[in-house]
């Protein structure tokens, strides 16, 4: 969809992309404490209350149910304090496919309203771990794993929507599918940044109900954020406070004023990430992408 369907550029909407109700708002959530020790209960309470006095989110989003035993923290964490929780399975090998699949199994059924669903894979295509055809059976197969109680989906970036390479996926029928689009991976200067990523989502929206129908998959914004610290750099895209805070207002909000549901990523700075150089030669931190804090505190206000 070209940027000028989009509302807040004061034109016309695509009738696809209308909704008269506000959307959902999500985070993605780490599974370690600042300091890369495994999240506990306690940490998960604490994370679920810095989320609920800061913003109207309600739901969580994982990468894998094993890693650091998340599944068995996280989910009676989520109960005590009304949040849901998407669990997710790394499909990309069979040992960690198989140990999220077996701590979803052993956790899930006893916490299923905690459960919003399960993602399959996070960018599997993106990467070209899986053809759509592989991926859809990974989905179809962990649907029957888990006796067709949960939600079964996927997350994967907007131009393997866009493109058809996730085709076989979108008529396989998931529940629902992720769309992660990052203004800041695109190279876009802040000022484009939201248009950016408000015509990437919207690429992949529309090619997906072309193949599928209108609204017959539950469509998200799976990722999109922008780091806080200035030191991050890629192209145009230049990282820190006060650009963070124009994406969240331009983008996030808006997305969520129109009426679409969208997860941030992330929920807190991870520090214990190591540093790293992105392809451009220009350091790529991956520790400040939070809207909070690695303490829980706000770097700027989190409700539209």
Not at 152 to 168: E, F, L, P, Q, V
Not at 196 to 210: A, G, K, M, P, R
Request: aromatic share 12%.
């Amino acid at each position: 969809m070209k940027l000028s369907t989009f509302a807040p550029l004061a034109l016309s909407v695509a009738p696809s992309l209308v909704s008269a109700a506000t959307g959902s708002l999500g985070f993605a959530l780490g599974t370690k404490n600042a300091d890369g020790s495994c999240k506990a209960q306690k940490d998960y309470e604490a994370d679920f209350d810095a989320i609920s006095a800061n913003t109207p989110a309600k739901v969580v989003r994982g990468y894998s149910a094993s890693d650091c035993n998340s599944a068995q923290y996280i989910l009676p964490a989520a109960k005590s304090k009304n949040f849901q929780v998407v669990l997710g399975i790394w499909p990309d090998v069979d040992t960690s496919y198989n140990a999220d699949l077996s701590a979803i199994t052993k956790n899930a059924p006893n916490y299923a309203d905690q459960v919003w669903g399960i993602t399959v894979g996070s960018e599997t295509l993106y990467r070209g771990n899986f053809t759509g055809a592989q991926l859809a059976a990974k989905m179809s197969a962990v649907k029957t794993a888990t006796g067709g109680k949960f939600k079964i989906g996927t997350a994967d970036s907007w131009n393997k929507y866009a493109d058809g390479t996730a085709d076989a996926v979108i008529k396989s029928g998931p529940d629902f599918l992720f769309i992660n689009a990052f203004g800041f991976w695109q190279g876009a200067a802040i000022a484009n940044a939201s248009h950016t990523y408000f015509d990437d989502i919207s690429q992949s929206f529309n090619h997906i109900e072309s193949i599928a129908g209108t609204g017959k998959i539950e469509l998200w914004t799976g990722e999109t954020g922008w780091p806080t610290t200035d030191q991050t750099k890629y192209e145009a895209a230049v990282g820190g406070v006060s650009n963070a805070q124009t994406f969240y207002t331009s983008g996030i909000c808006s997305m969520l004023n129109y009426g679409y549901n969208a997860f941030y990523f992330e929920a807190f700075d991870e520090p214990w990430k190591p540093a790293s150089i992105g392809l451009n030669g220009q350091p790529a931190d991956e520790t400040h992408w939070g809207a909070m804090n690695a303490d829980r505190t706000t770097k700027f206000p989190l409700k539209c």
